[in-house]
């Protein structure tokens, strides 16, 4: 995303002769129509399905963190490039856990994000804009949906440095030790609607 450059602003014509509250009123009406200098996202939201792994009791070389910025699942290693890692807990219950909470990053820690508690997968329609736990595990039943919210590098321009997504896991499989789910990645920096779709917001 880029900012266009700001136009020099120019008094409407007709507008000389109107008294100032008549004139304020005009120009915040102008101020109001669509602005061609906002920022606009670039990137369309969709719906996608994901398998993980549990972290705990599988390979290492086994998915099992969501990284955001790219939409993908990846596994958990030193170099700490995913957002959230899964794991089940002895009661079957999923364990999401921020990648600050799994280790700690000598690159520097991205502050993550987890609320629940926002309704159902598909009523949540955009991220919270408050009530996240940060840095700190959250667990949550099978079909019980949260919202992700992640202080992203790439996101160091924007005047709200983070990503948001919404996901659910759908089923486990306590044998296997797998969890798939879908999610709904936003990786336009600041916009917070999860609806499927370029966002406008």
Partial sequence: MKLT??????RP???RRLPLGALLAAMFAVAACDDPNTVKANYENSSQAFQL???SGTATN???ALLLSVKSVTRVDGAFAFDVAFDINSAGKIVVIPANVVGQNTNGARPVGVATNLGSYSTILEAPLGGYTFDSVTVVSVGQAFVIKSQ????GASLTPYMYAKAVV???????RT???HAVIN???GFRSLRDGIPTY
Avoid: H
Avoid at 5 to 10: E, I, M, S, T, V
Avoid at 170 to 175: A, E, F, R
């Fill in 5 to 10: 450059n700001l136009l020099p602003f120019r």
């Fill in 179 to 181: 969890l798939l789910g």
């Fill in 170 to 176: 759908d089923s486990v499989d306590l044998t296997k």
């Fill in 152 to 155: 992203q590098t790439a996101c």
């Fill in 62 to 64: 086994l998915s099992s």
């Fill in 53 to 55: 792994y549990a972290l």
């Fill in 13 to 15: 014509v007709g507008l």
């Fill in 187 to 189: 990786i336009n920096c």
